[in-house]
């Protein structure tokens, strides 16, 4: 994950290095799906699990609005459509829901990807970094979204698959998939948060709103070995105190936060 990881050059090479590392492993990919419709059979071929397509509308002008980017939706949905024909599925696709923005995305991906092998996941608009200007007003809380998809199809929940799972599961009762709810403002998990970001610049962050990462690429420049890796890793876990999303209030963020477009997602 983070910033686009498409760009990186030979990344079907990565993929393989990684999958010979271990033949059990989930590998996964998030990205914008710009470029999906050129890779996503090479990835697949190195060995790629699946992919979680970035997409918060199914218009240009709401998709851009959200994104600031300079390519058409058209891509990206040619980028999904390559992920499924190369057995990258079932696709996940991210939607960020703002309140004023795109609330009308709800209803209109359940309609364009149920039962098409693609699942959405609908994100509470979050307080990441500082630049998206995030105000809770601007928060379309779960409920609401769960209740917009009711308004066009019978659901019922999917229990967790495993612990920590941060999207809460709901399928359609006649059978034709699932899509996700992300509450991180109104329903927080952290207490039973199981996951590390490691950043294209080598540091490790143990949770997205952290202010400050640390630094495995040093380690690895002054010739660590894996013990001294591995116990920097246990340590930073061990010692975490994030509970950011548990405790927020106007005054609580760290002024220094990094941006999503650096932690991924």
Do not use: Q
């Not at 300079?70 to 980028?79: A, H, Q, S, T």
């Not at 608009?125 to 917009?148: F, H, K, Q």
């Not at 509450?183 to 400050?212: K, Q």
């Amino acid at each position: 994950t983070g910033g686009e990881p498409l760009l990186r050059r030979d990344l079907e090479k990565l993929v393989r290095m990684l999958r010979d590392l271990d033949g059990g492993l989930d590998l996964a990919l998030t990205t914008n799906g710009s470029l999906l419709p050129g890779k996503a059979a090479a990835l697949a071929a190195a060995g790629l699990d699946r992919v979680t397509v970035s997409l918060d509308a199914l218009d240009d002008e709401t998709f851009r609005a959200m994104n600031d980017v300079r390519f058409p939706v058209d891509r990206v949905l040619e980028g999904i459509e390559a992920a499924r024909e190369a057995g990258l599925f079932p696709v996940k696709v991210n939607a960020v829901i703002r309140r004023g923005v795109n609330e009308h995305a709800v209803p209109e991906m359940v309609e364009r990807f149920r039962g098409r092998g693609v699942t959405p996941r609908f994100i509470e608009y979050m307080d990441v970094g500082s630049a998206n200007g995030w105000r809770l007003d601007d928060v379309v809380p779960a409920a609401e979204i769960l209740a917009r998809v009711r308004e066009k199809y019978p659901v019922e929940p999917v229990a967790a698959s495993r612990r920590g799972e941060v999207a809460r599961r709901w399928r359609y009762l006649d059978g034709r998939g699932e899509f996700g709810i992300v509450a991180s403002v109104t329903r927080p998990f952290c207490g039973d948060c199981t996951r590390l970001r490691l950043t294209s610049d080598g540091r490790l962050f143990t949770c997205l709103f952290a202010s400050r990462g640390r630094d495995l690429k040093a380690l690895l420049r002054r010739g660590a070995g894996e013990r001294e890796i591995r116990e920097a890793v246990a340590a930073a876990w061990s010692s975490r105190r994030d509970r950011y999303s548990e405790l927020r209030s106007p005054g609580s963020a760290p002024a220094d936060r990094e941006e999503m477009s650096r932690l991924g997602g």
